[in-house]
């Protein structure tokens, strides 16, 4: 019986954690973006000294991130954006693609 619940639970975690890793937890992106991304690109993401992000699709924001932490120029002041990028965890950056398309 408890053999059972620990598998349970087990199988549900897991279940979890792949579903945040494919889809982003905008809550967990939300608290990452006012700690980290806020002083570049306005509190709602409406962009600032870096582009708005607000209502970009999830891909999107995930594909640029990707660029930055691969090290890619991208635009004239990709020196600014790719060490905060290279900061990021994959799961982060699903996580941050997930709250600011969702603005
Ligand atoms: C020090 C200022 C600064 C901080 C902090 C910062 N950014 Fe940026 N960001 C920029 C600038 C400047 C650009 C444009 C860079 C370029 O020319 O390639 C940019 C570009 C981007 C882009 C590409 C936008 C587009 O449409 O091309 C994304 C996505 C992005 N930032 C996300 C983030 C996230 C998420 C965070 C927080 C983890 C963050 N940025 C923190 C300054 C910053």
Do not use: W
């Not at 059972?4 to 939300?30: R, V």
């Not at 090290?71 to 799961?91: D, F, H, I, N, V």
Request: net charge positive; with cysteine; charged share 15%.
């Amino acid at each position: 019986m408890k053999k059972n619940l620990i598998a349970l639970l087990s199988i549900s975690l897991i279940a979890m954690a792949t579903t945040t890793m494919a889809a982003g937890d905008p809550i967990a992106g939300k608290y990452k973006f006012k700690v980290t991304c806020v002083g570049c690109h306005g509190s709602n993401a409406e962009g600032m000294v870096g582009p708005k992000l607000a209502g970009q699709p999830a891909k999107e924001i995930v594909r640029k991130l990707t660029e930055y932490r691969a090290g890619k120029q991208r635009g004239p002041m990709t020196s600014m954006m790719a060490p905060m990028a290279q900061g990021l965890t994959e799961t982060e950056v699903h996580n941050l693609a997930a709250y600011v398309s969702g603005l």
